[in-house]
């Protein structure tokens, strides 16, 4: 079994950044991709960013190219999710996820296990 735990989440406004942070405990995610996921109200999950068990391989939806990056510290059994140049569009709840299967990378069904998420607001 795995833990996830999002941290990071908070107010920001538009043009700034945040870095959301996700802790694993339990059996190791070091051999697990994993990915972030965003939802906001009334609206479905969507994916934001992956990377591969060893970091190798990063995607990312073309709505956050070139202002979102994802990483990962094995060692430690975390992810990160550095979000620059904000926009109110990106305001909602982030998730991140461990994915154990060799399925698409932007298909919540394809995900193992999932974090409670973090709040995201930006502010126009």
């Known amino acids: 079994q795995v833990q996830l735990v999002e941290s990071g989440g908070g107010l920001v406004q538009a043009g700034g950044s945040l870095r959301l942070s996700c802790a694993a405990s339990g059996r190791t995610v070091s051999s697990s991709a994993m990915g972030w996921f965003r939802q906001a109200p009334g609206k479905e999950r969507e994916f934001v960013t992956g990377?591969?068990?060893?970091?190798?391989?990063?995607y990312y939806a073309d709505s956050v190219k070139g202002r979102f990056t994802i990483s990962r510290d094995n060692a430690k059994n975390t992810v990160y999710l550095q979000m620059n140049s904000l926009k109110p569009e990106d305001t909602a709840v982030y998730y991140c996820?461990?994915?154990?299967?060799?399925?698409?990378?932007?298909?919540?069904?394809?995900?193992?296990?999932w974090g409670p998420g973090t709040q995201v607001t930006v502010s126009s």
């Open positions: 996820a461990a994915k154990t299967g060799a399925g698409p990378w932007n298909v919540p069904r394809e995900y193992d296990y």
């Open positions: 990377i591969s068990w060893l970091g190798g391989r990063t």
